[in-house]
Protein backbone atom coordinates (compact mmCIF):
# COMPACT_ATOMS: atom_id res chain seq x y z
CA UNK A 1 0.00 0.00 0.00
CA UNK A 2 2.80 2.32 0.72
CA UNK A 3 4.79 1.50 -2.67
CA UNK A 4 1.38 2.21 -4.50
CA UNK A 5 1.16 5.33 -3.13
CA UNK A 6 5.00 6.42 -3.43
CA UNK A 7 4.48 5.64 -7.05
CA UNK A 8 1.36 7.64 -7.37
CA UNK A 9 3.38 10.42 -5.53
CA UNK A 10 6.37 9.71 -8.25
CA UNK A 11 4.06 9.84 -11.32
CA UNK A 12 2.57 13.19 -10.01
CA UNK A 13 5.97 14.54 -9.80
CA UNK A 14 6.90 13.82 -13.39
CA UNK A 15 3.42 15.18 -14.37
CA UNK A 16 3.70 18.57 -12.74
CA UNK A 17 6.57 18.94 -15.11
CA UNK A 18 4.58 18.79 -18.18
CA UNK A 19 2.93 22.57 -19.82
CA UNK A 20 -0.96 20.97 -20.13
CA UNK A 21 -0.73 19.73 -15.75
CA UNK A 22 -4.08 20.98 -15.40
CA UNK A 23 -5.62 19.30 -17.97
CA UNK A 24 -3.44 15.78 -17.36
CA UNK A 25 -4.60 15.92 -13.59
CA UNK A 26 -8.17 16.49 -14.00
CA UNK A 27 -8.12 13.16 -16.18
CA UNK A 28 -5.92 11.00 -14.11
CA UNK A 29 -8.85 12.55 -11.18
CA UNK A 30 -11.59 11.34 -13.23
CA UNK A 31 -10.01 8.32 -14.30
CA UNK A 32 -9.26 7.73 -10.03
CA UNK A 33 -13.16 8.43 -9.56
CA UNK A 34 -14.21 6.21 -11.92
CA UNK A 35 -11.67 3.54 -10.57
CA UNK A 36 -13.32 3.92 -6.94
CA UNK A 37 -9.79 4.79 -6.32
CA UNK A 38 -10.51 8.17 -4.00
CA UNK A 39 -7.46 8.79 -2.29
CA UNK A 40 -5.57 8.99 -5.31
CA UNK A 41 -8.29 11.29 -6.82
CA UNK A 42 -7.81 13.74 -3.89
CA UNK A 43 -3.63 13.51 -4.46
CA UNK A 44 -3.83 14.81 -7.98
CA UNK A 45 -6.63 17.19 -7.25
CA UNK A 46 -4.41 18.36 -4.75
CA UNK A 47 -1.28 18.75 -7.06
CA UNK A 48 -3.73 20.55 -9.53
CA UNK A 49 -4.52 23.02 -6.80
CA UNK A 50 -0.97 23.77 -6.08
CA UNK A 51 -0.45 24.14 -9.88
CA UNK A 52 -3.37 26.58 -10.04
CA UNK A 53 -2.02 28.61 -7.48
CA UNK A 54 1.45 28.80 -8.71
CA UNK A 55 -0.38 30.67 -11.94
CA UNK A 56 -2.41 33.09 -9.40
CA UNK A 57 -5.39 31.27 -10.96
CA UNK A 58 -8.62 29.62 -9.19
CA UNK A 59 -10.44 26.12 -9.95
CA UNK A 60 -12.66 25.77 -12.46
CA UNK A 61 -16.15 24.84 -11.62
CA UNK A 62 -15.23 21.19 -12.62
CA UNK A 63 -12.07 21.00 -10.80
CA UNK A 64 -13.72 22.36 -7.72
CA UNK A 65 -16.45 19.78 -7.90
CA UNK A 66 -13.31 17.31 -8.16
CA UNK A 67 -11.86 18.37 -5.18
CA UNK A 68 -15.43 18.19 -3.27
CA UNK A 69 -16.31 14.46 -4.84
CA UNK A 70 -13.11 13.55 -3.93
CA UNK A 71 -12.69 14.11 -0.28
CA UNK A 72 -16.35 13.40 0.14
CA UNK A 73 -15.58 9.37 -0.98
CA UNK A 74 -12.19 9.81 1.27
CA UNK A 75 -14.23 10.86 4.69
CA UNK A 76 -17.83 9.68 3.96
CA UNK A 77 -17.06 5.82 4.32
CA UNK A 78 -15.53 7.01 8.16
CA UNK A 79 -17.72 8.72 9.07
CA UNK A 80 -20.24 6.05 8.64
CA UNK A 81 -17.89 3.78 10.45
CA UNK A 82 -17.83 6.00 13.28
CA UNK A 83 -21.59 6.56 13.52
CA UNK A 84 -21.96 2.55 13.53
CA UNK A 85 -19.55 2.52 17.00
CA UNK A 86 -21.65 5.28 18.40
CA UNK A 87 -25.18 4.39 17.56
CA UNK A 88 -24.27 0.29 17.24
CA UNK A 89 -25.13 -2.42 19.30
CA UNK A 90 -21.50 -3.36 19.86
CA UNK A 91 -20.62 -3.79 23.35
CA UNK A 92 -17.83 -1.23 24.51
CA UNK A 93 -15.33 -2.92 25.57
CA UNK A 94 -11.55 -1.54 25.16
CA UNK A 95 -11.40 -3.05 21.78
CA UNK A 96 -14.60 -1.59 20.21
CA UNK A 97 -12.93 2.04 21.95
CA UNK A 98 -9.64 1.86 20.77
CA UNK A 99 -11.03 0.59 17.26
CA UNK A 100 -13.35 3.93 17.28
CA UNK A 101 -10.21 5.92 17.91
CA UNK A 102 -8.87 4.82 15.54
CA UNK A 103 -11.65 5.75 13.25
CA UNK A 104 -11.55 9.02 14.39
CA UNK A 105 -8.54 9.53 14.22
CA UNK A 106 -8.59 8.85 10.32
CA UNK A 107 -11.82 11.02 10.34
CA UNK A 108 -9.65 14.25 11.51
CA UNK A 109 -6.43 13.80 9.83
CA UNK A 110 -8.53 13.79 6.65
CA UNK A 111 -10.58 16.48 8.16
CA UNK A 112 -7.34 19.01 8.59
CA UNK A 113 -5.81 18.32 5.43
CA UNK A 114 -8.78 19.51 3.59
CA UNK A 115 -9.08 22.45 5.87
CA UNK A 116 -5.25 23.22 5.21
CA UNK A 117 -5.73 22.94 1.16
CA UNK A 118 -9.15 25.13 1.61
CA UNK A 119 -7.97 27.95 4.67
CA UNK A 120 -4.23 28.44 3.73
CA UNK A 121 -4.52 27.82 -0.39
CA UNK A 122 -7.47 28.22 -2.39
CA UNK A 123 -9.80 30.64 -0.05
CA UNK A 124 -6.83 33.32 0.22
CA UNK A 125 -6.21 32.75 -3.08
CA UNK A 126 -9.32 33.50 -4.52
CA UNK A 127 -10.22 36.53 -1.95
CA UNK A 128 -6.96 38.24 -3.80
CA UNK A 129 -8.42 37.68 -7.02
CA UNK A 130 -12.55 39.26 -6.29
CA UNK A 131 -10.71 42.03 -4.97
CA UNK A 132 -8.19 42.01 -7.95
CA UNK A 133 -11.56 41.96 -10.23
CA UNK A 134 -13.69 44.40 -7.72
CA UNK A 135 -17.36 45.72 -9.65
CA UNK A 136 -16.56 42.83 -12.34
CA UNK A 137 -18.76 40.32 -13.59
CA UNK A 138 -15.29 38.36 -12.93
CA UNK A 139 -15.71 39.34 -9.12
CA UNK A 140 -19.20 37.55 -9.58
CA UNK A 141 -17.57 33.77 -10.44
CA UNK A 142 -14.67 34.21 -7.87
CA UNK A 143 -17.18 35.17 -5.01
CA UNK A 144 -18.85 31.98 -6.13
CA UNK A 145 -16.09 30.37 -5.65
CA UNK A 146 -15.38 31.43 -2.39
CA UNK A 147 -18.65 30.59 -1.29
CA UNK A 148 -18.38 27.12 -2.21
CA UNK A 149 -14.75 27.01 -0.13
CA UNK A 150 -16.27 28.62 2.99
CA UNK A 151 -19.19 26.00 2.35
CA UNK A 152 -16.50 23.43 2.50
CA UNK A 153 -14.75 24.33 5.50
CA UNK A 154 -17.88 24.62 7.23
CA UNK A 155 -18.58 21.24 6.32
CA UNK A 156 -15.23 19.68 7.46
CA UNK A 157 -15.26 21.50 11.15
CA UNK A 158 -18.88 19.79 11.11
CA UNK A 159 -17.18 16.55 10.56
CA UNK A 160 -14.89 17.38 13.01
CA UNK A 161 -17.44 18.17 15.78
CA UNK A 162 -18.90 14.73 15.10
CA UNK A 163 -15.98 12.97 16.18
CA UNK A 164 -14.93 15.53 18.55
CA UNK A 165 -16.68 17.65 20.76
CA UNK A 166 -13.96 20.65 21.51
CA UNK A 167 -16.39 23.16 21.33
CA UNK A 168 -13.79 25.19 18.85
CA UNK A 169 -15.02 22.86 15.93
CA UNK A 170 -18.86 23.65 16.39
CA UNK A 171 -17.79 27.14 16.36
CA UNK A 172 -15.20 27.07 13.42
CA UNK A 173 -18.27 24.89 11.53
CA UNK A 174 -21.31 27.86 12.32
CA UNK A 175 -18.77 30.80 11.71
CA UNK A 176 -17.50 29.64 8.19
CA UNK A 177 -20.79 28.42 7.25
CA UNK A 178 -22.70 31.87 7.95
CA UNK A 179 -19.50 33.79 6.58
CA UNK A 180 -20.26 31.87 3.17
CA UNK A 181 -24.35 32.66 3.26
CA UNK A 182 -23.37 36.61 3.94
CA UNK A 183 -21.49 36.33 0.75
CA UNK A 184 -24.30 34.07 -0.79
CA UNK A 185 -26.92 36.54 0.08
CA UNK A 186 -25.36 39.32 -2.04
CA UNK A 187 -23.82 37.13 -5.35
CA UNK A 188 -26.31 34.10 -5.93
CA UNK A 189 -29.75 33.76 -6.27
CA UNK A 190 -31.99 32.24 -3.81
CA UNK A 191 -31.83 29.20 -6.08
CA UNK A 192 -28.41 28.51 -6.84
CA UNK A 193 -27.52 25.18 -5.83
CA UNK A 194 -24.68 26.42 -4.23
CA UNK A 195 -26.67 28.65 -1.82
CA UNK A 196 -29.04 26.19 -0.78
CA UNK A 197 -26.72 23.75 -0.28
CA UNK A 198 -24.83 26.08 1.98
CA UNK A 199 -28.45 26.78 3.71
CA UNK A 200 -29.18 23.09 4.14
CA UNK A 201 -25.54 22.20 5.74
CA UNK A 202 -26.03 25.14 7.72
CA UNK A 203 -29.34 24.02 8.96
CA UNK A 204 -27.81 20.29 9.59
CA UNK A 205 -25.14 21.91 11.65
CA UNK A 206 -27.67 23.63 14.17
CA UNK A 207 -29.49 20.66 14.64
CA UNK A 208 -26.98 17.75 15.14
CA UNK A 209 -23.93 19.74 16.20
CA UNK A 210 -24.93 23.07 18.20
CA UNK A 211 -28.46 21.15 18.94
CA UNK A 212 -30.10 24.45 18.36
CA UNK A 213 -33.46 23.08 16.74
CA UNK A 214 -35.38 26.14 16.81
CA UNK A 215 -32.79 28.00 14.62
CA UNK A 216 -32.07 24.79 12.22
CA UNK A 217 -35.76 24.67 11.30
CA UNK A 218 -36.33 28.67 10.71
CA UNK A 219 -33.18 28.84 8.39
CA UNK A 220 -34.16 25.54 6.72
CA UNK A 221 -38.07 26.74 5.87
CA UNK A 222 -36.38 30.52 5.05
CA UNK A 223 -34.30 28.94 2.40
CA UNK A 224 -36.77 26.84 0.94
CA UNK A 225 -39.43 29.71 0.87
CA UNK A 226 -36.97 31.91 -0.98
CA UNK A 227 -36.40 29.32 -3.30
CA UNK A 228 -40.15 28.51 -4.02
CA UNK A 229 -40.80 32.19 -4.54
CA UNK A 230 -38.23 32.56 -7.51
CA UNK A 231 -38.81 28.88 -8.82
CA UNK A 232 -39.59 30.51 -11.97
CA UNK A 233 -36.51 32.13 -13.00
CA UNK A 234 -34.32 29.13 -12.11
CA UNK A 235 -31.63 28.10 -14.34
CA UNK A 236 -32.41 25.55 -16.09
CA UNK A 237 -28.90 24.31 -16.06
CA UNK A 238 -29.21 23.63 -12.62
CA UNK A 239 -32.87 22.90 -12.27
CA UNK A 240 -31.96 19.62 -11.59
CA UNK A 241 -29.41 20.48 -8.59
CA UNK A 242 -31.28 23.12 -7.05
CA UNK A 243 -34.67 21.33 -6.90
CA UNK A 244 -32.93 17.90 -5.21
CA UNK A 245 -31.53 20.28 -2.35
CA UNK A 246 -35.51 21.91 -2.17
CA UNK A 247 -36.41 18.53 -1.48
CA UNK A 248 -34.07 17.90 0.83
CA UNK A 249 -34.97 21.25 3.21
CA UNK A 250 -38.39 19.98 2.93
CA UNK A 251 -37.89 16.58 4.25
CA UNK A 252 -35.72 17.65 7.09
CA UNK A 253 -38.62 20.39 7.94
CA UNK A 254 -41.02 17.96 7.65
CA UNK A 255 -38.50 15.33 9.77
CA UNK A 256 -37.92 18.08 12.32
CA UNK A 257 -41.20 19.22 12.87
CA UNK A 258 -42.61 16.08 13.76
CA UNK A 259 -39.94 15.11 16.12
CA UNK A 260 -40.87 19.10 17.58
CA UNK A 261 -44.17 17.69 17.97
CA UNK A 262 -42.94 14.44 20.04
CA UNK A 263 -42.22 11.77 17.99
CA UNK A 264 -38.83 10.17 18.95
CA UNK A 265 -36.27 10.41 17.57
CA UNK A 266 -35.15 6.94 14.94
CA UNK A 267 -31.67 6.78 14.72
CA UNK A 268 -32.13 4.53 11.50
CA UNK A 269 -33.97 7.89 9.80
CA UNK A 270 -30.88 10.44 9.05
CA UNK A 271 -31.28 14.39 9.22
CA UNK A 272 -30.07 15.33 4.72
CA UNK A 273 -27.25 17.34 3.93
CA UNK A 274 -25.19 17.81 0.73
CA UNK A 275 -21.48 18.12 -0.63
Known amino acids: MLASATKIDDLISKASKEQDFAQ ?4 MAKAAESSERYDEM ?6 LVNARLAEKKDLTEEQRNLLSVGYKHVV ?10 QHGEHKENDLIKSYKE ?5 VMKICMEVLDVLQKKLIPNVQELAKAAEGSETESKHQESCIFYLKMVGDYYRYLAEVDSEAENAKNAEKY ?9 KFLPSTHPIRLGLSLNLSVCYYEILKNQKKACELAKKAF ?28 L ?8 GEEEDEDV ?3 DIE
Open 177 to 185: YVQGSDLAE
Open 225 to 252: DQAIAQLDALDENSYKDSTLIMQLLRDN
Open 42 to 47: CKWVVA
Open 24 to 27: TAVF
Open 270 to 272: RVK
Open 102 to 106: VVKGE
Open 76 to 85: GYRRSSYRCF
Open 254 to 261: NLWTSRTE
